[in-house]
């Protein structure tokens, strides 16, 4: 399955990154379409190290860059849109340095790192968000949620090691800008600027959704966090992408038959595949009838089960720029929940390098 993926969506890029609402993506569109049809069985430190001081004190983005030579003195680096470039090169550059992981790309598990940690929040109490990366620690990472995260975590680690001068919080959000990017989805505009907290600021089990519940939990979680009915189903389209494990969420299964490449086939396949339930000793989760290789929760359902819900799936199914241009949006209020930007700071967004 890795290898058919990953084949696939190579294939997809070796024509030049098209535009939303340009010819080329009426055709990407149309081999997606294709596909979903027919399953499948940077830089040195030069002996520097680089070393926090404190964000609060250089206004946010600027750190000491420090000498192991004791007479040689601190000098201030204020990474630019160019390093974060770099950074997002690296990760890009090793999406799919393992063949033998899920469908071949560490892609859809950095977005759900991304969105696990941004999911947080919650707008009463201006706890949470993606400022802090606070699943570093326990209890946050092993909330069951969060199952699985760690491998993303530590794919990120010698990123991090290569470029310690970005904080944990600005590389997780990175990564999952340049996940969505490269498995051929929406440009995503990033704002730097987070800052890594302590344990002290790891938010209560509950906060992220569960999918074995409706509708009215899903208004709860998302309305929490200040989505909109039109928000919560852009943002389930990321269900485009990756799958589930049974040592993980203990669900089984892809959503799509193209769990690398984001489109629109989530909604087209709720609506136009006959669904059932799955019979087998996991917990309630449906299956396609035709292949019994999908795979959708019950929270996925909900949002064709609910009126006002399911008049955006119809939306999203019919066009899939429509989709794009309204979960590059989302996607961005979504991972600056939370987070104190100082004014003026800029908007990027980065250049694709495999898409």
């Known amino acids: 399955m890795a290898s058919a993926t990953r084949t696939f969506a190579r294939a997809l890029r070796t024509s030049a990154r098209p535009a939303i609402n340009a010819a080329p993506r009426a055709a ?172 002290a600021a790891c938010t209560p089990d509950g906060r992220l959704p569960d999918a074995a519940q409706a509708q009215d939990h899903l208004r709860n979680i998302f309305y929490r966090m200040g989505f909109n009915d039109q928000e919560i189903v852009a943002l389930c389209g990321a269900h485009a992408l990756g799958r589930c494990h049974t040592d993980r969420s203990g669900y089984s299964g892809p959503w799509t038959f193209s769990p690398t490449v984001l489109t629109n086939d989530y909604y087209k396949l709720l609506l136009e595949e006959k669904w059932q339930w799955k019979k087998w000793n996991g917990p309630k989760q449906y299956e396609d009838k035709k292949t019994q290789t999908l795979m959708m929760l019950p929270a996925d359902m909900a949002i064709i089960q609910d009126k006002k819900f399911k008049e955006w799936v119809k939306v999203y199914a019919a066009d899939n720029d429509k989709f794009f241009e309204d979960f590059s949006a989302v996607v961005k209020k979504l991972f600056e929940l939370g987070v104190p930007f100082k004014e003026g700071t800029e908007t990027w967004t980065f250049k694709p390098v495999n898409a």
């Open 28 to 199: 990407f569109r149309q081999s997606a379409r294709f596909y979903s049809a027919k399953p499948t069985g940077g830089s040195s430190s030069n002996g520097l190290f680089y070393g926090l001081a404190g964000a609060g004190l250089l206004g946010g983005g600027a750190f000491y860059l420090y000498s192991n030579d004791s007479n040689v003195a601190p000098k201030l680096f204020v990474p630019k849109f160019e390093d974060y470039q770099k950074v997002y090169n690296e990760i890009a550059s090793r999406l799919e340095e393992k063949e033998d992981y899920d469908d071949g790309s560490y892609g859809p598990v950095l977005v759900r790192l991304a969105w696990h940690a941004s999911g947080t929040y919650d707008k009463e109490t201006g706890t949470g968000g993606s400022n802090g990366a606070t699943m570093r620690f326990s209890p946050e990472s092993d909330h069951g949620a969060n199952a699985g995260l760690k491998a993303a975590r530590d794919f990120l680690e010698p990123v991090k090691a290569k470029f310690p001068w970005i904080t944990y919080s600005d590389l997780w959000i990175l990564a999952g800008v340049c996940a969505i990017q490269e498995m051929m989805g929406p440009t995503i505009p990033y704002r730097a600027g987070r800052q890594d907290r302590d344990v």
